[in-house]
């Protein structure tokens, strides 16, 4: 979009762009709007598909400037040049440019402050940043001797709100000035623009209006917001009104009512119905525009506002306790956008009420973040600990809100608490005595219950027994009793320990005939299962185990042939662990000792129970490292040179390479060659159908273990089509046809050619053009002169046969005397 001065030549039904992967095209108006003071907003389309991912810099250069501006020497002979730097990242995601509201048309007046915003919106929710940057010129380079406009105090832009601040012009003239803005996701840089403006500088006794100062503010969606605003002229004027920026344009838009008009004084009201689909992290600006009607010069004041549309906190939050977890429920959030939830715990209630701009929860409450679920409609979370149960003996208060994909939260649900249920008996041991696939024995044991009411449940009492051959007791079956409540071991045999984990409840009963029933909660507690993963000269060992009590730490312990007894090699307090330095193919055998408790008085402490015993062997199964893969083109030599590096770490794994090509960016790699020497990193490679093309290297050991696939890298740089400028019909023998000089990968062209009343000479398909100087269908040379040409050229690039659009002139001189064969 540019702005254009009516009553210039600059007027420009088509531009060129070029697209910054060495391509260029005319892209042509398709909306021309008139504005006041004699201005022209120009609206251009344009469609380009680039060759891959990468970082491209599009630029669009017009012939001129405006004449006699002050800060730019000699401006009518400097092009008038602006640009925007495109990342295209897989990674990141789709992305919008920045579009600017307001239009960059307004006065100023030696003496007066002067501000202008560019109502910058991001439809992505990205984050903006504002500069000053110098004005571009030729090839959108910074114009030599440019300097920025006088002023008797300062000359900025808020990098935050955009304001660009004239505070004041002192001299009156025409002046160019450029903003760079900038648009950043997640803390990278993905894109920047910069807006190029004149600022025409007049004197004046008018003084500009003064809007009061409007405060920032966060609403939550559902909410209308309504901020009123008052306007003051000094000098009586009427003032007019306008809003600029995202909550104008969107679906549920905004609007600016103009509530009271009278000489030297307005009112305004915004009003905005927000909706859940308006909620993001970043806030929206509202740019308020007043403008007086003064008789000799209008002029402006500018007030920016943000406003933060916050989701509605998550409700009916519920909190379920078991032994050694907690089951939290809530209810769908009223935005349906959210994209899951964060879950946040703390030992103990705290009061805690959020201001109106606070989301989530801040950690001097004490609250940590202890659980996230995916989708809306993902409303229950078990929080058991990470798999390490909650230790009894506290009371655990949650917290819930909702999470957007841009990192937008919720505020905060209310607050909901509960113990853990004590369980009726409490678990103590269930240790691994005997490993066996048939012959398998378990040690379960168990506190003597206390902590129930011996009135209701006088006796006599008996366990229940109970096991399932998994972690969690989803298959438990009855296979014992204990009369008593003294006897509280039992060894449960002819187990297969070897290959499974077992979990055991033990009910307690009232035995009292007719007055038989359960007393209390049982708890579900399994054995250690051990297990694991070989690698190379490595095994690694993890610990599976379902228990109500705390784990402190695990003893691991090796077989030793020499001694003939397992022998510690070592201590952790995660459940997992590496033993290392050891013999590929050789065979190790381990079992794991368990040491924990209860927060609980009167539980036997610690609790130390044993894993099953098992053996494995190291071997190599480790890839080596991704090599970082880059690829550049050779165009004049007509080679790829493909280049990689493996990091120093992974080179004594490495044996040899292979490389994968496709001449195409959507289509799949195919081999093309191996490199059997490790040490070589670089390979030359001559495409068949272009130099375009898209490049991948796998790693190999000697395991056969290949790397994960390197990054894809494709090149699409070389254009090899060139039409010279000048031609020579004159049947010498020496550049009698029109051609271009040597090229490749050309599939046919569309070339025109003009002469300089619009009138079409010559056109064909063919690349090598063999153009005689003569006029079609008389068959008469053209004269002496300066011809314009439009050539489409059709190469094979990475996205397939694409065109590639070249414009220019063709000086024809020396016409051949008395030769037309026609006649």
Known sequence: MTYTYSLSNADRPSLEVTWGDGTSSIVFRDEKISLPNYYNRNTYHGTHTYPGPGTYEIKMEDQNRNADINNIPNSVNVPFAIKTVLQINPNEG?????????????????????????????????????????????????????????????????????????????????????????????????????????IDVENSENHP???????????????????????????????????????????????????????????????????????????????????????DLSLVHLMSFNITVIAPAPTNLQAIPGNTSIAVSWNPDVCSNAAGYFIFRRQGSYAYTHDDCETGIPPSTGYIKVGKTQGWNTTTFIDDNNGNGLPQGYDYCYRVDAYFNDSAESYISDEVCTPLVRGIPVMTNVSVETTDSVNGKMYVAWSKPIDFDSVSAPGPYKYLIWHSNDLWGTNL??????????????????????????????EFYNDEPGNRFLIGTPQIASSIFLQSAPNDNSIRLSFQKNVPWINSSYVIYRWNESSLSYDSIGVTTHEYFVDSLLKNGEQYCYKVKSIGGYNIDGIINP??????????????????????????????????????EVPDSCMNDVVGYNLYYSPYLDETLEFLTTITD???????????????GCYQIIAYDSAGNNSVP????????????????????????????????????VDHVNMKIFNRWGI????????????????????????????????????????????????????????????????
């Open 678 to 692: 490790p040490t070589q990193t670089t390979y030359n490679h001559i495409p068949d159908m272009s130099m375009a």
């Open 607 to 644: 609790i130390v129970n044993f894993s099953q015993k098992t053996c494995d062997s190291p071997q190599d199964l480790t890839p080596p490292c991704s090599p970082n893969l880059s690829v550049t083109s050779f165009c004049t030599k007509e080679y790829n040179e493909i280049s990689w």
């Open 209 to 295: 209006p003064v809007i009061d100062s409007i405060p920032d503010i966060c609403v939550m969606a559902g909410t209308t917001v309504q901020v009123s605003f008052s306007v003051v002229d000094p000098d009586n004027d009427n003032i007019t009104l306008e809003g600029q920026g995202g909550p104008f344009i969107l679906e549920n838009s905004a609007s600016l009512a103009q509530t009271m008009n009278v000489p030297g004084h307005a009112q305004g009201q915004f009003t905005w119905q927000t909706e859940c689909s308006n909620v993001r992290k970043q806030p929206y600006e509202v740019v308020i525009k007043a403008t007086d009607n003064h008789y």
């Open 710 to 745: 390197s990054t894809k890298i494709c090149v699409d740089s070389c254009n090899y089509y060139n039409l010279p400028n000048v031609f020579t019909p004159d049947a010498n023998g020496i550049n009698d046809l029109y051609h271009p000089g040597p090229y490749k990968f």
């Open 94 to 198: 789709n992305n919008n440019t920045p579009v600017l509201l307001n239009p960059p048309i307004d006065k100023a007046a030696v003496g007066e402050l002067f501000i202008h915003n560019p109502a910058a919106f991001d439809s992505d929710g990205d984050s903006i940043s504002y500069g000053l940057t110098t004005c571009l010129g030729n090839n959108g380079l910074p114009i030599s001797g440019y300097t920025l406009p006088p002023a008797s105090h300062d000359f900025y832009v808020n990098p935050i709100t955009g304001d660009l601040v004239w505070d004041c012009p002192t001299t009156t003239g025409k002046y160019n000035v450029a903003m760079l803005i900038e648009e950043w996701r997640n803390g990278i840089k993905i894109g920047k623009i910069v807006r190029d403006m004149q």
């Open 477 to 506: 079956q009855l296979i014992d009793s204990l009369s008593g409540i003294d006897d509280t071991i039992y060894y449960d045999s002819l187990l297969n320990t070897k290959n499974y984990p077992y979990s055991y409840r033990i």
């Open 760 to 823: 079409l000479v010559f056109e064909t398909d063919n690349p090598d053009i063999n153009w005689n100087g003569r006029i079609m269908g008389t068959g008469d040379l053209v004269s002496d002169g300066v011809y314009y040409y439009i050539c489409d050229v059709y190469e094979y690039r990475l996205t397939g046969i694409v065109p590639r659009n070249l414009t220019g002139f063709i000086h024809v001189y020396g016409k051949e005397v008395n030769s037309n064969p026609m006649k």
